[in-house]
């Protein structure tokens, strides 16, 4: 069974870097073929895929998100992070990293496992 846990940010204020991780446990990232993806949730709206690191180690972000965004991992850990530079309010949202195992999902936002998903709330 895969199981997959974001880390708690923490209180996190405007024009701050968000900064969280992706525990991942039943799996490796580096198991070919497949994409670990951060996602997001704002209040009202649907999830909106925000990029992902493949088991290679290559990435890819959202358009909107690229200046932005960061993903990393560390395979002697088993984990993935995300890096959201300057954020805002608009940020706010419930953050989730989930596999998938082909590239295309993040236009389908399909995907074999999720975590639990943190809530960020950035306020001053």
């Not at 968000?18 to 949730?41: A, F, H, K, M, P």
């Amino acid at each position: 069974q895969v199981q997959l846990q974001e880390s708690d940010p923490g209180p996190v204020k405007p024009s701050q870097t968000l900064s969280l991780t992706c525990t991942v446990s039943g799996d490796l990232i580096t198991s070919e073929y497949y994409y670990w993806n951060w996602y997001r949730q704002p209040p009202g709206k649907g999830l909106e895929w925000i990029g992902y690191i493949t088991w290679s180690g290559a990435t890819d972000y959202s358009d909107s998100l690229r200046r932005r965004a960061f993903i990393f991992r560390d395979t002697s850990r088993n984990q993935f992070s995300l890096q959201l530079d300057s954020v805002t309010p608009e940020d706010t949202a419930v953050y989730y990293c989930g596999r998938s195992s082909y590239s295309g999902s993040k236009i389908t936002l399909e995907y074999d496992y999720r975590g639990q998903g943190t809530q960020v709330t950035v306020s001053s």
